[in-house]
């Protein structure tokens, strides 16, 4: 039985949440959105509120059929120290996607396993929007490239995009 229209907890910006957003919207699932500011207020996701309902303090949870389902990574980010951010990054995506660029020569058709979305398509997208947000050269990656601007023309990809989120900051919206 349905508990109401889902909800998501989102950070527009959040790779984990744009994952979500594109699976809500590639099976046509309607969902309000409730933002959550992972930095105004020293981090809403710190609220007495939010950590009644995901105690592990993160984006995105989704509240779906009266369960709450939570997983994110920025946490790892944050660990690593703001000082050496943007090299740990450029060197945990850059290592990522030397083994995807291998794997993508033998399983991609249209997208990353065949001509069909798949969970991979999902996960690729916001992670190409990481590479190009800390300034991966994505030079040595065409397959990966071509798959991403394959999968940014389709619908769920658009909707869920971060720059279209009701909590974009207006400078960063499309």
């Not at 950070?11 to 930095?39: H, M, Q």
């Not at 207020?41 to 995105?60: E, R």
């Not at 997983?71 to 995807?100: R, Y």
Request: proline share 6%.
């Amino acid at each position: 039985m349905q508990a109401g229209k889902p909800i998501l907890y989102s950070y527009f910006r959040s790779s984990c949440s744009w994952r979500v957003r594109i699976a809500l919207a590639l099976k046509g699932i309607d969902y309000e959105t409730v933002p959550i500011n992972l930095i105004k207020d020293g981090g809403q996701q710190f609220s007495k509120d939010f950590q009644a309902l995901n105690p592990m303090k993160q984006v995105p949870a989704l509240k779906i059929d009266g369960i709450t389902i939570y997983q994110s990574n920025l946490s790892v980010l944050k660990q690593v120290g703001e000082d050496i951010q943007l090299t740990w990054a450029q060197n945990a995506i850059t290592s990522g996607f030397n083994a995807l660029e291998q794997i993508l020569q033998s399983t991609a058709g249209i997208y990353c396993v065949g001509d069909e979305v798949t969970m991979a398509d999902l996960c690729l997208v916001p992670q190409v929007a990481n590479a190009e947000r800390f300034k991966v050269d994505l030079t040595p990656y065409p397959t990966i490239s071509s798959i991403n601007k394959r999968l940014l023309v389709l619908e769920a990809f658009q909707v869920s995009h971060p720059c279209r989120q009701p909590d974009t900051p207006t400078e960063l919206r499309a």
